[in-house]
């Protein structure tokens, strides 16, 4: 089955940086639309990025752009997310996703295979 393992999280001033990793198995993951959302206390869970199975294609939260970048390594069945700029109010858990789809969506009920999440806090 397919399984999403996210790495990377942790604690980090604001103003820095962090890495997110996402191991993809049990899937074609080239045929794959990877996304990241995440899930501040209190709140839904809201989108990030997502990027494209293969042209680079990608989209990004309003809130994000400019600081954060999402890339692939179809090679590594593995999706980043580079954090930077960091704030307090990028503290949430931040989740993983995937649907087999050509369309870069950000709506969070278009996947249907997700991680079980890592923690990212931004202390002020």
């Known amino acids: 089955q397919v399984q999403l393992v996210e790495s990377g999280g942790g604690l980090v001033q604001a103003g820095g940086s962090l890495r997110l990793s996402c191991a993809a198995s049990?899937?074609?993951?080239?045929?794959?639309?990877m996304a990241w959302f995440r899930q501040a206390p209190g709140k839904e869970r809201e989108f990030v990025a997502a990027?494209?199975?293969?042209?680079?294609?990608?989209n990004y939260a309003d809130s994000v752009k400019g600081r954060f970048t999402i890339s692939r390594d179809n090679a590594e069945n593995s999706v980043y997310l580079q954090m930077n700029s960091l704030k307090s109010e990028d503290t949430a858990v931040y989740y993983c996703?995937?649907?087999?789809?050509?369309?870069?969506?950000?709506?969070?009920?278009?996947?249907?295979?997700w991680g079980q999440g890592t923690q990212v806090t931004v202390s002020s």
């Open positions: 990027i494209s199975r293969r042209d680079g294609r990608t």
């Open positions: 996703a995937a649907r087999e789809t050509i369309v870069v969506y950000t709506n969070i009920n278009k996947y249907n295979c």
């Open positions: 049990g899937l074609t993951f080239s045929t794959y639309t």
